[in-house]
């Protein structure tokens, strides 16, 4: 399978156990580079915009220089998972030939815990920044969706941020919205310097390196139904999205700030 995608490309060759706490039914698998992977099936049942959503979260936050697994993408042949003797995951495999979205798997790694674990200011601002600008709403005291590996914070399942697109109707208001949900952010406590993470941030998310994340969706998880634009358009909406959104930050900003009136 030829395709010239920046990500790199692995071939899922052996289903290892479901991962029933991802409310879309990753898998533990292992791939043909013998590197294990958390794999998110385009299959699932909010399809290929979750994976969008994990994508360009993923790929922004890297971009930022926070920590998150490398995310690649892990190709399912026609004949992966006709053995599966349970039916729900054998049809969850069947709807995901072709391209899915996967994060390294982190050996070792453990579960965030705010109690255990105070991160510093300056990180804590910069993850509640990422979260609001992405319209993440899945960091919270309930669901952390971070790991501690080697000592170091690492960020996982942003498969629930981007939600606008769900419906993908007046993206415009959703770009200049001020996210009133970051005051259940599991960070937000310690989120003191979320006005420097703006501007240092303002300045790393050039337009060329957003258009460079949108050019990574494929083409075939752009196909929805009911949808009448091309897969080249809405990317060009998902650019549009993010760039409208960077360039009035201020309102997400303010707002994290406004909210964290209530820890202080």
Known sequence: MQISYPLRIVNVTRYITPLREGGSLPALAEA??????????????????????????GEIARLLGLQIPELVFANLDEAFGRTEADEEIQDLLKGSIGLNLALHFLSGAINFDPVVTTVEPKLASQIVWLDAFILNVDRTFKNTNMLMWHKQLWLIDHGASMYFHHTFTNWEKHAKSSFELIKDHVLLPQAGLLEEADREFKLLLTEEKIRAVVALIPDEWLHWDGAEETPEELREIYFRFLTTRLNHSELFTKEALHARKTFI
Request: net charge neutral.
């Open 32 to 57: 043909d580079d013998d590197f294990k992977y958390v794999v998110k099936f385009r299959g699932n049942g909010h399809g290929p915009k979750a994976l969008i959503a994990e994508l360009i979260g």
